[in-house]
């Protein structure tokens, strides 16, 4: 290993601009349909990465070699706090590859119990302005049994996350039956489940967001989850305060392990992108920078509420180092990343740690955990 660090010293291969080289790269690919691009990304990913040795090291030599970073959840280790966020790899296809590129954590699906297409294309609509992403896939996945194998063998040097949705053709009353069909498939594969009530993409979701309607539902997902497979709820940034805070109080009623805020957003306010644009690609959910401020609010909320009993997970509108070390000052263990991949390349991750790491430095933190909630009263 030591070898390795004079050879990547002597190369000055730290100093190589990859953030650059991605910008260059990302007019060609975005000349491309939105979905088809995310296709052709995926697969030249797993093409490019497909040996394992080439993987471990591209890992070694994009993360920071910092102790600092290492994040404790549900027992296990992160290398650093930063995560995917679900809906890249909905296939559980790519994890490999993914990993490779220096994500602490990666969330696979969503997935549902019944293999589903999604909605009609087109159904993902970049606003470069915006640096934001709208979609509406509406779940196209294999199904859970299509997921379960091609996990299964897989040697990940990170953890994994599967986030579990509901089938469209299933009415919400038997959502319970859906939900716990896809856990009973994939818990063997997880290190921790997540519960998406909250994509807007799929007709009447979001009601399970009613705490009497969640409550039957995570329970019963407890009870095949035990002790050993830590149970998440990911929820919508749409909820009013109040709700948010109804949900909470439940999670903490239910010990539950943990919450992911948040999804994707209905709302369109603050764009830069012109309104007859935004009006032509229709309904579906919006993510990156425009969603920063409320997803920012949602977690203000949930953090005060939950003073510490109940991790919490940030996603919305974060994009580099310095806004997931803010997050994570406001009390969030852990944060996860998606529009600000698609837009600053593949080594965001990677960076983010880097720049993360020399914040908790400059301030004087010895590990991130020490940074969790620090300002929480001051906010
Ligand atoms: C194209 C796209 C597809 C997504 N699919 C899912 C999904 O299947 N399940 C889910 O829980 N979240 C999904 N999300 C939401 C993200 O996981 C994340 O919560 C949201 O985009 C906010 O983070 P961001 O601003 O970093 O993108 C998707 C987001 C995008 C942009």
Redesign the pocket.
């Known amino acids: 290993m030591h070898d390795l660090y004079s050879l990547q010293a002597a190369l000055r291969l730290e100093e190589v601009d990859l953030p650059l080289i991605y910008a260059l790269f990302r007019p060609l690919i975005f000349l491309f349909p939105a979905e088809f691009a995310h296709h052709l990304g995926l697969t030249l990913l797993r093409a490019g990465l497909c040996i394992g040795p080439l993987r471990r090291l591209l890992r070694w030599w994009v993360l920071p070699k910092s102790n600092r970073l290492k994040t404790q959840l549900w027992g296990q280790t992160w290398d650093h706090p930063i995560g995917l966020?679900?809906?890249?790899d909905?296939a559980g296809d790519c994890c490999e590859p993914l990993a490779a590129l220096g994500f602490g954590a990666i969330e696979v699906?969503?997935v549902t119990a019944k293999p589903q297409p999604g909605n009609p294309k087109p159904r993902?609509f970049r606003l470069p302005k915006d640096q934001a992403?709208v979609?509406r896939?509406g779940?196209n996945n294999p199904g859970c049994e299509g997921m379960a194998a091609n996990l299964r063998d897989l040697t990940l040097p990170c953890p994994l996350g599967i986030?579990l949705?509901k089938s469209k053709v299933t009415p919400n009353e038997d959502a319970i039956e859906d939900y716990l069909t896809s856990l009973h498939c994939l818990k063997n594969e997880a290190d921790y489940v997540?519960v998406?009530v909250?994509?807007p993409n799929t007709p009447g979701l979001r009601d399970l967001q009613a705490v009497d309607q969640l409550r039957p539902l995570l329970t019963a997902l407890q009870h095949v989850c035990g002790d050993r497979l830590p149970l998440v709820l990911?929820i919508a940034p749409d909820l009013a305060d109040e709700d948010l805070m109804a949900v909470a109080d439940l999670a903490v009623e239910l010990s539950l392990d943990g919450l992911i805020a948040?999804?994707?957003t209905i709302g369109r306010e603050g764009l830069k992108t012109s309104p007859a644009a935004v009006d032509e690609m229709g309904a579906g959910?919006l993510?990156?920078p425009p969603?920063r401020d409320r997803s920012r609010a949602v977690l203000r909320i949930l953090a005060r509420h939950l003073r510490g009993k109940v991790p919490i997970i940030a996603?919305?509108?974060?994009?580099d180092g310095e806004e997931a070390y803010r997050r994570i000052r406001m009390g969030a263990s852990a944060v996860?990343?998606?529009?600000?991949f698609v837009y600053g390349g593949p080594f965001t991750a990677a960076r983010m740690a880097k720049e993360l790491d020399q914040l908790l430095a400059r301030d004087g933190f010895r590990s991130v955990t020490e940074a969790i909630g620090v300002d929480l009263e001051s906010q």
């Not at 996603?315 to 994009?319: F, K, L, Q, S, T």
């Not at 996860?336 to 600000?340: E, H, P, R, S, V």
């Open positions: 966020a679900a809906g890249l909905k699906g969503t993902l992403i979609n896939f779940f986030n949705g997540v998406n909250s994509s990911k948040n999804n994707t959910g993510s990156g969603l996603v919305g509108g974060i994009d996860q990343i998606y529009t600000g």
